[in-house]
């Protein structure tokens, strides 16, 4: 029997079809076998292991960003209505920009729109309202005037307050003048030039007797200077409408608070 056993032993190693290269691919050694079981094992302990030790904060983002996901993909209705008019806003902003730098269709009257924008900045509004302080001598004129100069203030201090909030950049990159930066009017939303305009249009026509012609005019001046800020391409179109909107509140706030005869007089003999 051993010397049996012994042969058939010789023969299967003489045999060559027993050797690795000859044996099928499907079929592959026993080693082999277990060393990927045991990987295989090895692998699936430490990712149940991992899943334990993960935090339930970790589970909870990952359980939630399909749910973002089909957020961004399926938007709400007010979402797309409000890119939808953004956009529209945008492009109708830049192609009105006809001013907006030399190359421009209209660049030529660059110059001439930018005087038309220095009307209704809030500095040469204040010197004049000053000057006519200085030299009036009727008690209603005065009134009228310090209620103008404190309509001004309050009108540099909110726009300026309201950009700051929305820091909106204009529809071209231009960088403010001078002049915007002692306003502090160096962004987009609202616009400083369509309020102030609006908010004089009204309180001059509210106080002072002006014939039919002169009210017409000031209110056509109004227009034009918010206008001429999406020209040169400072403000967007809502950022002119939005001013004209504050400028009409804040003439109200004005008449809110209006300052007596007597209170203008406190002030006027304390400066």
């Not at 973002?68 to 993909?73: F, I, N, W, Y």
């Not at 160096?186 to 309020?195: E, L, R």
């Amino acid at each position: 029997m051993p010397a049996s056993q012994t042969r058939s032993r010789a023969r299967d190693r003489n045999n060559v079809l027993n050797r690795a290269e000859f044996l099928s691919l499907n079929q592959p050694p026993k080693g082999t076998q277990e060393s990927r079981s045991s990987g295989r094992k090895q692998s699936s302990q430490t990712a149940a292991a991992g899943t334990q030790n993960s935090n339930p904060k970790e589970r909870r983002q990952s359980q939630q960003l399909p749910e973002e996901d089909c957020m961004q993909l399926n938007p709400s209705f007010k979402g797309i209505a409000f890119n939808s008019l953004l956009a529209i806003d945008i492009c109708m902003s830049k192609r009105l920009g006809v001013c907006a730098n030399r190359a421009s269709s209209w660049g030529g009257a660059r110059s001439m729109i930018n005087l038309l924008g220095i009307t209704g900045h809030g500095i040469p509004w204040i010197a004049g309202t000053l000057i006519c302080l200085v030299k009036s001598s009727t008690l209603a004129g005065q009134e009228v005037l310090m209620n103008l100069l404190l309509a001004l203030l309050l009108d540099i201090m909110i726009v300026a307050g309201l950009q700051k909030l929305a820091k909106r950049k204009g529809p071209y990159d231009i960088s403010p003048g001078l002049l915007d930066y002692l306003t502090m009017d160096t962004y987009a939303f609202p616009a400083g030039h369509a309020s102030r305009a609006a908010m004089l249009s009204k309180f001059l026509l509210n106080h002072l007797v002006l014939a039919i012609p002169l009210r017409i005019l000031l209110v056509l001046w109004a227009f034009c200077v918010g206008f001429s800020r999406v020209m040169i391409g400072r403000h967007h179109i809502t950022d002119v409408l939005s001013g004209f909107v504050f400028g009409y509140l804040q003439f109200r706030l004005v008449e809110l608070i209006w300052m007596s005869s007597n209170t203008c007089q406190m002030l006027i003999s304390i400066w």
